[in-house]
């Protein structure tokens, strides 16, 4: 994991509170370098004041130390700062203590502009800030020397109290072309007439009245979105040609039930929808989605799944990183959460993203629905809609796919090259070979001449359907044997008579080797080679998956396979299991191509652990894409009816909608008052599952999407497209609209379109 560790800043120089203009009160050191410091005329140090730094005046040179001890009000040992010796010893009445102590306060806000590192608002000095040297962001000194000279150049530190008729604590600030000022009285702009701030060319204007929480803002292009001081208000700090000024409209006028509670914390996700996630001080999402240069401004609430002390769960912080190649999510932004629940009665913290929404395909990119609808059911098993889930999944690389041959017969060697045809291992034996005439069994023989040693070949064969008068064909003319398991099935035993072992053995995959026994070394072996050869299907499809760790009996699931793609998204029981191999059970895959490429298998199973974090809670689950009944983690595990290969498991949570009030429908004028009553509804759906609608919530009916092409033993593919939905609505006059669900699946609905029937008269 990733460590890290606070650090404390050593500031250069700096940054000083305001120079003394008392010239009665002095501080004189006892030494250019370390002593002591003494004031006279007042007392000016207090115990706290540890670690504050002082500067001094002598001449030209301007000398800073550290305090390391307080010897009394008066009295204060120092040690000098690097290349900052004090310039004399004798008293000085020009001098600076560090703005910032243990006494003065620290600053509270902070933030980078044009290459300088600002701070803002200590206890004591609430409506200042200080910047860095351009460049040298941990450099605070205020002035240069130049030839002997002290001068103020562009690029030293600077500070800046706000003038104004009442205390502008600074609560934010937020650098753009301008950097903006968010103080408890109002808005504040830091601009300069050149083209970058420097210390003698600094404006501060204020834009606007409002006065602001203190909540960090969230920039948007050129726009800041603030938290106004009551926290119950969103408001959009923008640029306005028309008065050539800035405005602050109010964003959450549209719903201002939203923030209800007030507003704690905002965080902007730009990715992949735009949205400004605020949370509220009862832990509630408010989320608005924000696109200004569309007029799109559009709130919701987000009720995590789970409760905390019978109320719902509770989030207590919340901030958005950019995604990254490594973790998956380069596309979009990741938005985290601290939510509190109550879980197995005891309150439980969890560090929990937002996952990525549904990236369904693309209709119009498939020739016909079937290929589309597979292309649904492989992405929806991803479909990521609970809270506070895990996903199982593991994949096992594919590398290769054999289809053995279904046999009942022998086929000769063919004609062409000297060598054993494909598949066929040869061992010993040497020069070329020749095709003889036919020898009444076969339509020739295969001669192979050899010196020094005796000749095997040998290929591997499914024998379970072959039977004793093929074998006797096969030996026939010829010195062979047969091995199964290292045993002596058949064998020759001279060339006038041979045995036949017991041929219902012969089952699974088994070695024949043809072996030279009757030829002494030297000379020319010629016998009727002839190998077994396929019907048209396949007795054996073996599955290379290097160390997959399955075992006989397990079930698995294919998908992603090139050459083979029938294969995808079945479920097969595995049997002859090896390390890297095992084969599919009752696979028939007649007409089948050739394995190409690519592949993954997955096992399947009844039970999933690792739910720990959810213990004694009732979750929610999505099954190879399919909604599977809830249950209830037990033991960190939940049991399932029925084995799945890929799952989301987590927390559910409902989506509501509720439509206004509705408006048309009526032959003169709007339909607002008068008596109404809905009897149906088309909606377009993107992507979506699990529907129940009605006219309020708690009278709502399913809607089924399964259709008639949809197979019954998988999932239901999401539905994209128009439905028509009859609706049980009454007469009313507020007739509404209501779609809810709480299925761990995607549901976007693009439009709504009611069929109203209204009563002219109110």
């Not at 562009?154 to 600074?170: E, P, R």
Request: aromatic share 8%; hydrophobic share 40%; glycine share 10%.
């Amino acid at each position: 994991g990733t460590t890290w560790s606070l650090i404390e800043v050593a500031f250069q120089d700096g940054p000083f509170g305001l120079e003394n203009t008392d010239a009665q009160k002095t501080l004189q050191p006892s030494s250019v370098n370390n002593g002591t410091i003494t004031a006279a005329g007042h007392a000016p140090f207090k115990e706290s004041d540890v670690g504050r730094l002082v500067r001094i005046k002598h001449g030209s040179t301007w000398g800073v130390a550290q305090i390391t001890d307080v010897v009394s009000p008066e009295s204060v040992t120092v040690s000098q700062l690097p290349n900052r010796n004090f310039g004399g010893t004798s008293a000085s009445s020009e001098w600076r203590l560090g703005a910032w102590s243990a006494e003065q306060g620290y600053p509270s806000a902070v933030t980078f502009f044009e290459q300088r590192l600002v701070w803002a608002n200590t206890r004591t000095q609430p409506q200042t800030f200080w910047m860095s040297q351009s460049g040298d962001l941990e450099n605070m000194q205020p002035d240069s020397e130049e030839g002997g000279a002290i001068e103020v150049q562009d690029d030293d530190a600077l500070d800046f109290t706000i003038a104004a008729d009442q205390v502008n604590a600074i609560r934010w600030m937020s650098p753009g072309r301008q950097l903006i000022l968010g103080t408890s009285g109002g808005e504040w702009s830091v601009t300069s007439d050149g083209p970058v701030l420097t210390p003698l060319d600094l404006t501060v204007r204020r834009e606007s009245t409002n006065g602001s929480a203190n909540t960090l803002p969230v920039r948007i292009s050129s726009i800041v979105l603030f938290v106004q001081r009551a926290k119950r208000k969103l408001r959009e700090f923008v640029f306005s040609f028309e008065t050539d000024g800035f405005r602050t409209p109010d964003l959450t006028i549209l719903a201002d039930h939203v923030s209800e509670s007030g507003i704690r914390e905002v965080t902007y996700q730009q990715e992949p929808d735009s949205q400004v996630h605020c949370l509220r001080e009862d832990g509630v999402l408010a989320t608005l989605t924000y696109r200004r240069e569309q007029d799109v401004v559009g709130w919701s609430r987000h009720i995590l799944g789970g409760a905390f002390q019978g109320g719902g769960a509770v989030v207590e912080s919340i901030t958005t990183i950019p995604g990254s190649q490594a973790a998956g999510s380069e596309n979009r932004d990741e938005t985290w959460v601290s939510v509190k629940r109550t879980i197995n009665s005891s309150t439980r913290r969890s560090i929990e993203v937002f996952e990525g929404p549904f990236e369904g395909p693309n209709p119009e990119q498939f020739d016909d629905d079937s290929a589309f609808d597979k292309a649904v059911l492989a992405a929806q098993k991803y479909a990521f809609y609970v809270d506070s889930g895990l996903v199982l999944d593991n994949p096992i690389k594919v590398t290769n796919i054999e289809l053995v041959a279904e046999v009942d017969s022998f086929e000769s060697w063919p004609n062409g090259p000297a060598n054993p045809p494909e598949g066929w291992s040869q061992t010993g034996g040497a020069g070329a070979a020749s095709r003889e005439p036919s020898n009444g069994i076969t339509d020739g023989i295969y001669s192979i001449a050899f010196a020094g040693s005796g000749v095997t070949l040998s290929k591997s064969f499914d024998l379970t359907n072959i039977d004793a008068l093929s074998i006797d064909l096969l030996i026939s003319n010829g010195s062979f044997t047969v091995r199964v398991g290292g045993n002596h099935i058949i064998n020759e035993t001279s060339p006038e008579g041979r045995f036949v072992g017991d041929v219902s053995s012969l089952t699974g995959v088994q070695t024949v080797e043809l072996i030279q026994t009757t030829i002494a070394a030297g000379g020319k072996y010629a016998d009727n080679l002839r190998f077994l050869g396929a019907s048209g299907g396949t007795s054996a499809v073996i599955v290379t998956a290097p160390g997959h760790g399955f075992s006989n009996g397990d079930s698995i699931d294919l998908l992603g396979i090139v050459g083979l793609e029938d294969l995808n998204g079945r479920r097969f029981t595995i049997t002859n299991v090896t390390t890297d191999t095992f084969e599919l059970a009752g696979a028939d895959t007649t007409g089948f191509g050739a394995y190409a490429s690519g592949g993954e298998v997955r096992k399947a199973v009844n039970t999933i652990a690792g739910l720990d974090h959810l213990e004694g809670q009732t979750v929610k689950i999505l099954g190879d894409g399919a909604i599977l009944p809830d249950a209830i983690v037990s033991s960190g595990q939940i049991t399932l009816d029925s084995a799945v290969s890929q799952a989301v498991v987590g927390l559910g949570y409902r989506h509501v909608f509720r439509s206004l009030k509705l408006a048309f429908g009526a032959a003169a004028g709007t339909a607002v008052g008068k008596v109404k009553r809905v009897h149906g509804i088309v909606l377009v759906l993107l992507h979506s599952l699990g529907i129940r609608i009605g006219p309020s919530i708690d009278r709502l009916e399913a809607i089924p999407l399964r259709e008639v092409k949809d197979a019954m033993d998988t999932a239901v593919p999401l539905f994209t497209g128009e439905r028509h939905v009859s609706f049980e609505g009454d007469f009313e006059r507020d007739a509404r609209i209501v779609i809810s669900d709480d299925a761990p699946l995607p549901f976007t609905l693009l439009a709504a379109a009611p069929e109203l029937k209204t009563n002219e008269q109110l």
